[in-house]
């Protein structure tokens, strides 16, 4: 059987109680700081060996992030759990929360002693109404029991978590905009510096993680950072990861597993293989903002290094699988009307190259493409990096590498006048 | 840390900058051009057009140089082909999505997007994407937005936000959907919006526009004038713009050096169209029978020289008397200063800071020496707390509204509001104390009680600096807040967190208007802000200070300039005869008088019994502005002989034997001081109308009539005459000002100016500290008159409306009179917002509006004073000031009734 760490506790249909959290060893670690067994130092640098890298999508060490709240930084401060998730093809903070809640409050109480933090933020999707109420119930639950709230287990450490629902936006996501929606201002990013852990909420320290980033902590903390490198299959990764498996496979779904584990093992083993009909043509790796993976990488090892040594990233690791019979400029098209509609505004390429790319491929799909614009593609989807955020350029890569690896598919719309997939009405 | 200087390499070139500048900054200091679109340098950067974008060593992507910090050893290059192309892909963008049809905007020429197209040599746009349009925002006759050609830089919502911090606008929806809008998607007319324009001013684009100039010129037929404004005291630097001799629109420049960095109010950016009204006089007028007609220059000034020269023999020199204008040039002050003086042989010479600030003269006077604002508008930035009490900044001063508003905002500044009403700046205040009007020395004593009984204030100071400390001890003791509550209705608590947090500030400044000097004790309650201040050693400092915010554009100069009974320019007493001897050598006369002469109210008074019998008025309205106007009437109606010099037949013009017409201060050269002591320049941008002539130049005229040769060439000669004999001014020229002004004192060419006062030491050498006690107002409510009635001024309008009435946006905004009264009283007499009232004291009765709301509190009246049909001051009071000789327009008592 594979390790299953952060869903140990899954049940069929059922969400884990905190009971259940406990006795699988859960609050251990809590009661050890309550203890003095950790300072926050101690905390930082354990999870640092550990290798723990965010699970947001950028993949950048947890531990560094932490550390550079400068040491004389001003109080209060605060911590930011990122539960957005609106990128395409991601479920995986949801799945966090319905199958045990409390790793991931335990693991919000963690990083927040780790940075002196008396408050914390649980900002989640409001579409996610469903999660939202669990955490309510189970916050409230953990603050019975004296996890949450003043004076956590007798120590002299006071922290809470207030759950924010986002105004159910994709920009909101982005750490720096997420952190204006929760000042109650337009969320627009906000380009540093200052880094939010030097000025962030209020002007105050801040550090915002993904929701499955801080689910890990209990468990490096409990099982020491040795053996949580051990459990990749890499020898520079370190952990498991959850994948979000969908499109046309026999068993889509969201799986923890060893991070490094190859393409080709998940989508075969843990995803039951292509659908009846269905050859593998392409897949997006990491989410809607990642390049499309063709064929001849199937055993790529899905790790953040190993991804970007070809030219790809792990993202969110929401792995879309497309076969033969789908129109890839029918799925661009439909990815850039999503991010076209979700750049926030603030700058020109963004705001106007996405609905320009938008609107070229919409002109091909629908048979009105010309030659020339296959130039113009390219190059706007290079010059929308030129933004002030990473939407853009996430936005960019489905377009950049469908005219890269499918250029033909392109032209063959141009040339036909028509979607070659469509079926005759 | 700020000021360390930095190296770096920018295109192969070795260039410094300081560290803490942007990448942008350091190449815009050195001269090298970096294409740019949502950078302004009034705001904070935004990042979001990513034209300035720039390649820099060891730094990944196309970093935009106006959000990158530079760094000592940085390698910036800012053209390149690939900045280029992706330069022009943004380029192409805006103009993909967009309206920008050059031929059919106005901004043409002057358009920032229009220039950097041209600049990078984009011949065409390959493709135009689906476009919605927007509708356009002409509403109001002022501003006009099309949305269709904005470039979403967010200039305009940094600009309303950060500078003038106004936050009525900021964008709306996202995506390319984005827009800009007002909070409910209101028109900018129905919006918060107050119309200062900084939002067009910053507009790269034809998106915001002048209405009114719309057609009436390109950019590159306006001629800009750089002058100062002729409205209130703050003296903005504007630019008028000129075609075919007239005044097309008023821009702001930043890079003009001035109080204002390039920010106006509604007055100074759109109030300027009476220019070329209609009404102007252009002619000289005589009455004969009752009526008027037209009249030549020599006909009219020799009519003038004629009543004059046979009253002066009659009567003697002091049956004349002249009231100067705060409105006027210092030339023109300056010259019938000397006209009264040693032309006619009078000090009957006074102007309308009488009315306004004739306490604070006379309270700092004697507190510290000096009757001038003691720090500078710009250095409110850095006060660690502002308390403002009876001013309403940003109704009245609104630059230095926004001035106060940006410190807060910075977050280093916290601001105290004392006011009865509900003001603007109450939104942005930390403590705001609402006391009943007319207890403003209660409630300071109050505070310097608790100061001193905490032990809070400044000993070390009070012991080198200052004297009379005990004696104030002594009258504060009995102010405990539990009796100012009583007398002022401020809860005690209240006023002891505001004491506290006045007391903690390193350095802070008090900045205070008419709500605190037209009152009969106004001259005590300036003395008692001057104690507080000295009491926390805030005098003398930068941050500091105590800060008379002067109504008028010029009633700084027209005080300087010895328009008042008493002094000579400089404040140089009329009763020493050595200052007289001095005068009287410079001006080539044998003797000037030596008696104090009448004040404006006096002068009325005088006129009623006879007394004063010729009047002659340079640009001020009293029949509208003084109080109790049924006596100004009589008084006016009684004498032999007026001339009035105006550009409008105004209410009191209407009056006048003689009416000259005069130039306005677009028509003319000279110079204004503002609020803070800063003389800046008046330049001409058009010809006068008709006949209308400089003030100056008419005085001149009337003073060669009478056997005085006056022969200037132009205003500058003036200028010179008065720098010689005013020691403050000593230092100054016209070239000298022409650098953003001097603030005096400048005694030589070498002086920088004053920016703030009593450095070291106090002008009259230790501050003196005056024990006060609180008398009430002159005329208590009582069941016939159960209201308290309180005058003032609102935004949209100035002094008597003169001017402002005459101009199409301002009355757009405001254009009848409205009275404010508290819901809960407009309630109990069955009164609804717009219903209209009558209000009713012991000296006469007016008829206006309503408008009910929170602004004033339960029990008192609100009125604004500048209009003649519903004359405020025909029911002020004219009880004085014992001291200062100012009428008590803050408080009397009245009748609110219905009218059915
Ligand atoms: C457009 C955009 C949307 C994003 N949405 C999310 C999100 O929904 N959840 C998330 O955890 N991170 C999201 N991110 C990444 C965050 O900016 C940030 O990197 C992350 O929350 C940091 O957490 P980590 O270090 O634990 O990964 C988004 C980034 C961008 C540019
Ligand atoms: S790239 Fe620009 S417009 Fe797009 S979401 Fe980021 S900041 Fe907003
Ligand atoms: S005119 Fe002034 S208040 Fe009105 S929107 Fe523009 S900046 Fe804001
Ligand atoms: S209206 Fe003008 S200043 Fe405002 S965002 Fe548009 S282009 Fe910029
Ligand atoms: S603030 Fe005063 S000086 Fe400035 S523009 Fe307005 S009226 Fe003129
Ligand atoms: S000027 Fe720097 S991004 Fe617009």
Redesign the interface.
């Known amino acids: 059987m594979l390790p299953q760490v952060l869903f140990q506790n899954r049940k069929p249909r059922r969400i884990a109680t905190m009971e259940e959290y406990c006795r699988s060893g859960g609050y251990r670690v809590l009661e050890d700081i309550a203890r003095g067994k950790y300072s926050p130092a101690d905390i930082c640098r354990i999870v640092g060996e550990a290798g723990l890298r965010g699970r947001g999508g950028a993949g950048f060490p947890a531990a560094t992030k932490w550390m550079s709240v400068p040491v004389d930084g001003a109080y209060p401060r605060y911590l930011a759990a990122n539960a957005d998730e609106m990128e395409p093809g991601t479920f995986k903070d949801r799945m966090l929360i319905h199958v045990d809640p409390h790793t991931l409050i335990e693991g919000m109480i963690i990083a927040g002693y780790a940075i002196s933090a008396s408050k914390a933020f649980f900002f989640i999707r409001p579409s996610y109404d469903s999660s939202a109420m669990i955490l309510e119930r189970e916050l409230e639950r953990a603050r019975q029991a004296g996890y949450l709230g003043d004076n956590i287990l007798g120590s002299d450490y006071s922290f809470d978590i207030i759950l924010h629902r986002s105004g159910g ?1 994709y ?1 909101c996501g982005e750490a720096t905009a997420l952190l204006n929606a929760l000042m109650g201002k ?1 969320p627009n990013p906000m ?1 540093p ?1 200052p880094y939010p852990t030097v000025k962030g909420l209020w ?1 105050r320290p801040t550090v915002v993680n993904n929701v499955e980033t801080l689910a890990n902590l209990p468990h490096i903390l409990r099982n020491g950072p040795e053996w949580y490198k051990g459990l990749a299959r890499t020898k520079t990764g370190a952990g498991t990861k959850l994948f979000c498996i969908s499109g046309k496979v026999n068993r889509p779904g969201c799986v923890e597993l060893p991070i490094g584990t190859p393409l080709r093992e998940i989508l075969e083993e843990h995803a039951g293989g292509m659908r009846a009909g269905s050859e593998f043509k392409a897949c997006l790796p990491g989410g809607a903002s990642t390049r499309y993976l063709t064929k001849d990488l199937l055993d790529v090892e899905m790790d953040f290094d190993s991804l970007s040594a070809v030219g790809h990233r792990l993202g969110t690791a929401a792995i879309t699988v497309f076969d033969q019979k789908t129109c890839l400029v029918g799925v661009t098209l439909n990815l850039l009307q999503f991010f ?10 963004c ?6 790319i938008r ?2 491929l919409w002109r091909i799909e629908n048979g009105e493409g010309r030659e ?1 614009y296959i130039p ?1 593609l390219r ?2 989807s290079r ?1 929308v ?4 955020c990473a939407l853009a350029p996430g936005a960019a890569s489905p377009v950049e590498s469908l005219l890269t690896f499918f250029e033909d598919e392109v032209r063959e719309h141009i040339r036909l006048k028509k979607c070659p997939f469509s079926r005759p009405r | 840390m700020e000021n360390e200087i930095i190296t770096l390499t920018v295109n192969g070139k070795s260039v410094q900058g300081r560290k803490g500048q942007t990448v942008l900054e350091v190449c815009r200091a050195n001269g090298i051009h970096v294409p740019t679109l949502c950078y302004h340098p009034k705001m904070p950067p935004y ?5 300035c ?1 720039v390649e820099i060593q060891n730094m990944r ?2 970093p935009p140089s106006c ?1 990158t ?1 530079a760094t000592d050893g940085m390698e910036v290059t800012t053209h390149t082909d690939r900045l280029m ?2 330069r022009k ?2 380029l192409e ?2 103009l ?2 967009g309206d920008h049809n050059c031929l059919l905007c106005e901004q043409t020429g002057n358009c920032e997007l229009q220039d950097l197209v041209y600049e990078h040599g984009i011949e065409k746009v ?2 135009k ?2 476009f919605k349009p927007h509708p356009k925002d002409d509403s109001n006759t002022m501003i006009v937005r099309d949305q269709n050609k904005c ?2 830089c ?1 200039r305009c919502v940094r600009a309303c936000l950060e500078v003038q911090v106004n936050g009525v606008i ?2 709306a ?6 827009y800009i809008t007002t909070f409910n998607h209101q028109s900018l007319k129905d919006s918060t919006c107050v119309f200062c324009g900084e939002c067009v001013a910053s507009c790269p684009t034809g998106a915001l526009t002048y209405k009114q100039a719309r057609f009436r010129g390109r950019p590159w037929e306006l001629k800009k004038v750089a002058t100062t404004c002729t409205y209130c005291g703050v003296g903005c630097q504007l630019e008028l713009n000129v075609k075919d001799n007239k005044v097309v629109k008023v821009t702001s420049d930043h890079e003009i050096p001035g109080p204002n960095q390039g920010s106006l109010c509604v007055k100074g950016r759109f109030g300027n169209d009476f220019i070329d009204h209609p009404d102007r006089l252009t002619t000289p007028l005589i009455k004969e029978n009752g009526e008027f007609r037209q009249a030549s220059w020599e006909e009219a000034l020799d009519r003038i020289a004629g009543r004059f020269e046979s009253i002066r023999k009659e009567s003697g020199p002091d049956a004349l008397a002249f009231f100067s204008s705060a409105r006027c040039t210092n030339e023109e002050n300056y010259l019938l200063n000397k006209f009264a003086r040693a032309v006619i042989g009078t000090n009957n010479i006074d102007h309308c800071a009488r009315l306004c600030h004739a306490s604070t003269v006379a309270g700092l006077a004697t507190s510290f020496g000096s009757g001038a604002m003691t720090n500078s508008i710009d250095d409110l930035k850095n006060s660690d707390v502002i308390l403002v009490t009876g001013s309403n900044t940003t109704e009245m001063h609104p630059v230095i509204g926004s001035t106060i508003k940006r410190a807060v905002k910075s ?1 280093r500044c916290k601001l105290i509001v004392v006011d009865s009403r509900k003001i603007d700046l109450v939104d942005h205040a930390e403590i705001w104390l609402r006391q009943k009007p007319g207890t403003d020395v209660a409630w300071l004593n109050g505070m310097m009680h608790v100061i001193i009984k905490e032990e809070l204030y400044d000993k070390k100071y009070v012991d080198e600096r200052t004297e009379g400390f005990e004696e104030l001890k002594k009258a504060v003791a009995a102010y405990t807040p539990e009796k100012v509550e009583e007398i002022s209705g401020i809860p005690k608590d209240d006023l002891i967190a505001a004491a506290r947090l006045y007391a903690s500030a390193p350095a802070a400044s008090i900045a205070y208007a008419m709500g605190i000097t037209q009152h009969i004790n106004g001259t005590d309650a300036v003395k008692s802000v001057a104690n507080l201040a000295m009491l926390c050693g805030n005098i003398g400092i930068e941050g500091g200070g105590v800060n008379p915010l002067r109504g008028q554009n010029n009633v700084q100069g027209a005080c300087d300039m010895g328009c008042l009974p008493n002094v000579f320019p400089a404040y140089q007493s009329v009763t020493i005869p050595d200052v007289r001897e001095k005068f009287a050598k410079a001006w080539g006369v044998d003797s000037l008088p030596g008696n104090v002469g009448l004040t404006i109210v006096e002068t009325i008074d005088a006129a009623g019994k006879g007394k004063v019998k010729a009047l002659y008025v340079m640009g001020e309205n009293p029949m509208v502005s003084d109080p109790d106007l049924h006596h100004v009437e009589e008084g006016l109606k009684s004498l032999d002989f007026l001339v009035v010099q105006d550009i409008f037949l105004t209410e009191t013009a209407q009056l006048a034997d003689v009416v000259l017409p005069a130039a306005c201060f677009a028509e003319k050269e000279g110079t204004f001081t503002n609020t803070e002591r800063r003389v800046q320049r008046v330049r001409k941008a058009v010809d006068p109308p008709g006949k209308a002539l400089p003030d100056w130049q008419a005085i001149a005229a009337l003073a060669s009539r009478m056997g005085y040769e006056m022969n200037y060439p132009d205003a500058e000669a003036i200028f010179k005459e008065i720098c010689a004999v005013t020691p403050s001014y000593a230092g100054m020229d016209y070239q000298r000002l022409d650098a953003g002004g001097l603030q005096w004192p400048c005694p030589t060419k070498e002086h920088p100016g004053t920016k703030y006062l009593h450095k070291d030491k106090f002008v009259r050498g230790k501050g003196l500290f005056h024990a006060i006690e609180w008398i009430p107002p002159a005329e208590p409510v009582d069941d016939q008159y159960p209201f308290l009635l309180t005058t003032g001024r609102v935004l949209y309008q100035y002094h008597t409306g003169t001017m402002t009435r005459r101009s199409v946006g301002l009355n757009e905004r405001y254009s009848e009179c409205l009275v404010e009264i508290n819901t809960e009283d407009a309630a109990r007499l069955n009164i609804k917002d717009l219903d209209r009232v009558k209000l009713v004291t012991r000296r006469g009765q007016m008829e206006a509006k309503a408008r009910v709301g929170e602004m004033t509190e339960e029990g008192t009246i609100f009125v604004p004073f500048h209009f003649s049909e519903a004359a405020a001051n025909k029911l002020t009071l004219a009880a004085l000031d014992p001291q200062a000789k100012i009428p008590e327009y803050k408080v009397c008592a009245v009748r609110v009734e219905k009218v059915a």
Do not use: H
């Open positions: 936006r920009i337009r380009k510096p002007n076209a509609r979700e750049s926030c505004g603030w700058c020109t390429p705001r106007e190259g996405l609905p320009y609107d070229l020339e113009m190059q706007m010059d990096w030129n933004a002030y | 990042g979001g057009c990513r034209l974008i992507g196309l959000t910090p192309r992706v892909t943004v963008l805006l993909a999505y390959r493709f994407g689906e470039v979403l967010g900021d964008v929806a996202r995506g390319s959907d984005s977050g």
